[in-house]
């Protein structure tokens, strides 16, 4: 107990600490936004409520009382600074006490305790949480006001409100949030120094900009000047500091245009300044943070690929066929014996062995004519200077050839590894296996000495254990060895030896299967020295058993993994070059293309995820539907409903490339592009008179913008329309409609995995055997 009270009066005392430090922050901010307003009491900008959001946020749940305490008092405090009544500044200070609350409340039970701004799923429930806190704050402001002063309008002062306290978490909260993230990661020093470089370098150039006369430039050269380093700081550096870039621009436009500070715009009205300003400064703080996000997701999606291909000690290369130019990391040059990055094929085959650029050459040629996988292992001996200079190592390379829309072949893109150690590993098997053969060492566990003539057989107690004999057994039959032997194994064993006798040959080898007494199946690899008599008559066998099972277990298992693999690694790549090629044909920019191709690249590594989560025994059809609509679905937009669905995992990724399709549609164009649009998508099984039941799945687009059919179908639409019936024998009825698109895809029950609840259509709606499931936030 004694020692109980130094925790419980620290954790009071950080309380305290914590709740006069926000309301000190939290009070300055307001007057800061006070200061802004346009008119006595009306701010357009309310950094108070970022400052209290962003800290709830980063502190988490043990820091509510504290800070909801201090939100209460500073905004109370605030509003009596500027002379507003007691009651409504108390109404407003429980106002914004409830937005701090709701706001973090629901990010909390969305992500937890610990919350980043380093994903984009993360960064768009962040900006939904604070509109819907800031709504119910503004509503009840609406409420407050209305009682005091009944002839304000209630749409007008609901959208002061929600505009200034949305504006002020949009642009302040990512800081704090990123600041607390940065304290417990404690960034190294490279990153602080460029980060906190690039805000220098924006602050001063916003004073700078400020400062400029009036002129012609003073509606290009901001946004010339600002932009890119707003771009830079957004993708090579971390949240925090765009996070921090978008406030300093924020302050920046906001306080210029209230205050009337600088020669933007100012021959306009004050109100259409300020409204401009407003939705400048939101916009530019939400495409900040996103492109933070988006920038910080994919360097972690590097840092994994790089880990993945240090696990493996892979080295990457492209080769463009037609020039002969290379492109290679380090490892892969460091694995060819060079200390400087070869450029060209030519120069990258340097230091190969002579001996093997034909197998090269013959793989290569081999894959360019069959389309597929190039594969080969061959040596190379590095150069003087080099730490494995003189020493010949072996490396195996694979790689895909990637060829243009009309078949002329384009680029190599592969991997290297270097498989010396296995090698080596393998001749050392090599060389024990012809010893044991020979004089019987390390695997030597079981020993016999077989008189052909008598049929007996002298054996060790290794050989004894081995065959499941009786303990102290040392002498049995050649006839009880036939009954031990696998039945399908006896005919081609007795052979070898009988070959092995016809052939007078010395040595007597063979593999085949056992059965013990027990009914356990062992592997027995033999290997015996025959001696023969005066006329040439094999007369005895003194040789070794070798339990070698768990060796055939491994083999069986290594060749089903390499298939496995090599199947799969196939098939994922083959259908990546199908999509850049055809997307590659369909966009016209560069922009769109990356955009597209990021986004189908995206669901193809979601769907390769799912898959193995489920160990490729099969898909989740409602997990693959939510994995496809969750960048564009929420609550209100979207209605998932069918029975729990397994798919195979063979069409799992067609599918989802299928759904991707759709799904991408209909956010650019179609229901899911408006605030009022509305995607129902809904499966079930119908009968058709076979013993297990189709598969339909049923997507409806309504309340959407008006859809113009295209003039020839584009790649997304063809894959939605013939992915199906092609690969997998499906139906699909895809149609542009007046209320917007509808399809209907029909799929044979034998993609479906037979553990999948089987439901027919009318059950469906007759009886309430489905489990529904509807789309959740996730």
Same mark, same amino acid.
């Given at each position: 107990?004694?020692?109980?009270?130094?925790?419980?009066? #620290?954790?009071?005392?950080?309380?305290?600490?914590?709740?006069?430090?926000?309301?000190? $922050?939290?009070?300055?901010?307001?007057?800061?936004?006070?200061?802004?307003?346009?008119?006595?009491?009306?701010?357009?900008?309310?950094?108070?409520?970022?400052?209290?959001?962003?800290?709830?946020?980063?502190?988490?749940?043990?820091?509510?009382?504290?800070?909801?305490?201090?939100?209460?008092?500073?905004?109370?405090?605030?509003?009596?600074?500027?002379?507003?009544?007691?009651?409504?500044?108390?109404?407003? &200070?429980?106002?914004?006490?409830?937005?701090?609350?709701?706001?973090?409340?629901?990010?909390?039970?969305? =992500?937890?305790?610990?919350?980043?701004?380093?994903?984009?799923?993360?960064?768009?429930?962040?900006?939904?949480?604070?509109?819907? %806190?800031?709504?119910?704050?503004?509503?009840?402001?609406?409420?407050?006001?209305?009682?005091?002063?009944?002839?304000?309008?209630?749409?007008?002062?609901?959208?002061?409100?929600?505009?200034?306290?949305?504006? &002020?978490?949009?642009?302040?909260?990512?800081?704090?949030?990123?600041?607390?993230?940065? /304290?417990?990661?404690?960034?190294?020093?490279?990153?602080?120094?460029?980060?906190?470089? %690039?805000?220098?370098?924006?602050?001063?150039?916003?004073?700078?900009?400020?400062?400029?006369?009036?002129?012609?430039?003073?509606?290009?050269?901001?946004?010339?000047?600002?932009?890119? =380093?707003?771009?830079?700081?957004?993708?090579?550096?971390?949240?925090?500091?765009?996070? %921090?870039?978008?406030?300093?621009?924020?302050?920046?436009?906001?306080?210029?245009?209230?205050?009337?500070?600088?020669?933007?715009?100012?021959?306009?009205?004050?109100?259409?300044?300020?409204?401009?300003?407003?939705?400048?400064?939101? /916009?530019?703080?939400?495409?900040?943070?996103?492109?933070?996000?988006?920038?910080?997701?994919?360097?972690?999606?590097?840092?994994?690929?790089?880990?993945?291909?240090?696990?493996?000690?892979?080295?990457?290369?492209?080769?463009?066929?037609?020039?002969?130019?290379?492109?290679?990391?380090?490892?892969?040059?460091?694995?060819?014996?060079?200390?400087?990055?070869?450029?060209?094929?030519?120069?990258?085959?340097?230091?190969?062995?002579?001996?093997?650029?034909?197998?090269?050459?013959?793989?290569?040629?081999?894959? #360019?004519?069959?389309?597929?996988?190039?594969?080969?292992?061959?040596?190379?001996?590095?150069?003087?200077?080099?730490?494995?200079?003189?020493?010949?190592?072996?490396?195996?390379?694979?790689?895909?050839?990637?060829?243009?829309?009309? &078949?002329?072949?384009?680029?190599?893109?592969?991997?290297?590894?270097?498989?010396?150690?296995?090698?080596?590993?393998?001749?050392?098997?090599?060389?024990?296996?012809? #010893?044991?053969?020979?004089?019987?060492?390390?695997?030597?566990?079981?020993?016999?000495?077989?008189?052909?003539?008598? %049929?007996?057989? #002298?054996?060790?107690?290794?050989?004894?254990?081995?065959?499941?004999?009786?303990?102290?057994?040392?002498?049995?039959?050649?006839?009880?060895?036939?009954?031990?032997?696998?039945?399908?194994?006896?005919?081609?064993?007795?052979?070898?030896?009988?070959?092995?006798?016809?052939?007078?040959?010395?040595?007597?080898?063979?593999?085949?299967?056992?059965?013990?007494?027990?009914?356990?199946?062992?592997?027995?690899?033999?290997?015996?020295?025959?001696?023969?008599?005066?006329?040439?008559?094999?007369?005895?066998?003194?040789?070794?058993?070798?339990?070698?099972?768990?060796?055939?277990?491994?083999?069986?298992?290594?060749?089903?993994?390499?298939?496995?693999?090599?199947?799969?690694?196939?098939?994922?790549?083959?259908?990546?070059?199908?999509?850049?090629?055809?997307?590659?044909?369909?966009?016209?920019?560069?922009?769109?293309?990356?955009?597209?191709?990021?986004?189908?690249?995206?669901?193809?590594?979601?769907?390769?995820?799912?898959?193995?989560?489920?160990?490729?025994?099969?898909?989740?059809?409602?997990?693959?539907?939510?994995?496809?609509?969750?960048?564009?679905?929420?609550?209100?937009?979207?209605?998932?409903?069918?029975?729990?669905?397994?798919?195979?995992?063979?069409?799992?990724?067609?599918? $989802?490339?299928?759904?991707? +399709?759709?799904?991408?549609?209909?956010?650019?164009?179609?229901?899911?592009?408006?605030?009022?649009?509305?995607?129902?998508?809904?499966?079930?099984?119908?009968?058709? &008179?076979?013993?297990?039941?189709?598969?339909?799945?049923?997507?409806?687009?309504?309340?959407?913008?008006?859809?113009?059919?295209?003039?020839?179908?584009?790649?997304?639409?063809?894959?939605?329309?013939?992915?199906?019936?092609?690969?997998?024998?499906?139906?699909?009825?895809?149609?542009?409609?007046?209320?917007?698109?509808?399809?209907?895809?029909?799929?044979?029950?034998?993609?479906?995995?037979?553990? +999948?609840?089987?439901?027919?259509?009318?059950?469906?709606?007759?009886?309430?055997?489905?489990?529904?499931?509807?789309?959740?936030?996730?």
């Amino acid at each position: 107990m004694e020692r109980s009270r130094p925790v419980i009066g #620290q954790s009071w005392f950080w309380s305290v600490k914590l709740a006069v430090a926000t309301g000190i $922050a939290y009070f300055l901010a307001g007057r800061l936004g006070l200061i802004v307003a346009v008119e006595p009491g009306l701010a357009i900008f309310w950094p108070a409520s970022g400052i209290s959001v962003g800290a709830l946020i980063a502190l988490g749940s043990r820091a509510r009382l504290p800070v909801a305490a201090a939100v209460l008092v500073a905004s109370t405090a605030c509003g009596l600074s500027i002379g507003r009544s007691a009651w409504l500044s108390i109404a407003f &200070g429980l106002l914004n006490t409830l937005q701090t609350l709701v706001t973090a409340w629901l990010i909390e039970r969305w =992500f937890g305790r610990t919350f980043k701004l380093e994903d984009v799923r993360r960064v768009l429930w962040f900006f939904t949480a604070t509109a819907v %806190g800031s709504a119910i704050a503004a509503a009840g402001a609406v409420v407050a006001i209305s009682l005091f002063k009944r002839t304000v309008s209630p749409l007008h002062v609901w959208g002061l409100w929600f505009a200034a306290s949305t504006l &002020g978490v949009v642009t302040a909260a990512p800081l704090l949030i990123g600041l607390g993230d940065a /304290i417990r990661e404690r960034l190294p020093s490279h990153e602080l120094m460029e980060g906190c470089a %690039g805000l220098i370098i924006l602050t001063a150039l916003t004073v700078f900009l400020i400062s400029l006369p009036d002129g012609p430039w003073a509606t290009a050269l901001p946004e010339a000047v600002v932009f890119p =380093f707003l771009l830079w700081i957004a993708i090579r550096c971390r949240p925090v500091f765009a996070a %921090g870039a978008a406030l300093v621009v924020g302050l920046t436009v906001i306080g210029s245009t209230a205050l009337n500070v600088g020669n933007f715009d100012g021959d306009k009205p004050l109100a259409d300044r300020i409204l401009a300003a407003q939705t400048f400064v939101f /916009i530019e703080s939400i495409l900040v943070v996103l492109l933070a996000a988006v920038f910080a997701e994919r360097r972690r999606s590097e840092q994994r690929l790089q880990l993945a291909l240090d696990g493996a000690t892979l080295g990457t290369f492209s080769a463009d066929l037609a020039t002969g130019e290379l492109a290679c990391d380090l490892r892969a040059a460091q694995s060819h014996g060079h200390s400087v990055l070869p450029t060209t094929i030519k120069e990258s085959r340097r230091f190969v062995y002579p001996e093997d650029l034909s197998r090269i050459d013959g793989a290569a040629a081999e894959a #360019q004519r069959s389309g597929g996988n190039w594969k080969a292992e061959y040596r190379v001996v590095p150069p003087p200077g080099h730490p494995h200079a003189g020493e010949t190592r072996w490396i195996a390379v694979e790689g895909l050839v990637v060829r243009d829309a009309h &078949g002329a072949l384009m680029q190599l893109f592969g991997v290297t590894r270097d498989i010396t150690l296995n090698k080596r590993g393998e001749q050392a098997i090599y060389e024990r296996n012809a #010893q044991l053969a020979i004089a019987g060492r390390a695997a030597l566990v079981g020993s016999y000495a077989y008189d052909v003539n008598k %049929g007996m057989m #002298q054996v060790s107690e290794g050989y004894a254990a081995i065959h499941g004999l009786p303990e102290g057994t040392i002498e049995t039959t050649y006839d009880e060895w036939r009954v031990r032997v696998y039945p399908e194994d006896l005919a081609r064993t007795e052979a070898c030896r009988e070959r092995a006798f016809a052939n007078a040959s010395k040595e007597d080898t063979a593999e085949y299967r056992i059965v013990l007494p027990s009914g356990e199946v062992r592997w027995i690899e033999r290997r015996g020295s025959i001696s023969y008599d005066e006329k040439g008559r094999p007369k005895r066998v003194v040789g070794v058993n070798i339990d070698v099972t768990e060796r055939k277990r491994a083999e069986e298992r290594q060749r089903q993994l390499v298939a496995e693999l090599d199947h799969r690694v196939k098939n994922a790549l083959a259908t990546v070059s199908s999509v850049v090629s055809q997307t590659a044909i369909e966009k016209e920019t560069v922009a769109s293309f990356v955009a597209a191709l990021g986004g189908r690249i995206r669901s193809m590594a979601t769907t390769q995820e799912l898959l193995s989560a489920g160990q490729w025994q099969g898909i989740s059809l409602v997990e693959l539907v939510r994995c496809e609509l969750s960048p564009y679905a929420t609550p209100n937009n979207t209605h998932i409903d069918g029975p729990n669905i397994e798919l195979r995992a063979e069409i799992g990724q067609a599918m $989802a490339m299928v759904l991707h +399709e759709l799904a991408t549609n209909a956010a650019k164009y179609g229901a899911l592009s408006s605030e009022n649009g509305h995607v129902s998508i809904r499966w079930y099984h119908r009968l058709n &008179g076979r013993a297990r039941p189709a598969l339909v799945l049923e997507w409806q687009e309504t309340d959407g913008p008006s859809i113009v059919a295209p003039r020839r179908p584009s790649y997304g639409t063809s894959t939605i329309r013939d992915l199906i019936p092609y690969e997998f024998g499906g139906m699909v009825d895809y149609a542009l409609t007046r209320e917007g698109v509808r399809c209907r895809v029909e799929l044979p029950a034998d993609w479906l995995s037979t553990s +999948e609840e089987l439901v027919s259509e009318d059950s469906n709606r007759k009886t309430n055997l489905r489990r529904t499931v509807r789309y959740q936030p996730s």
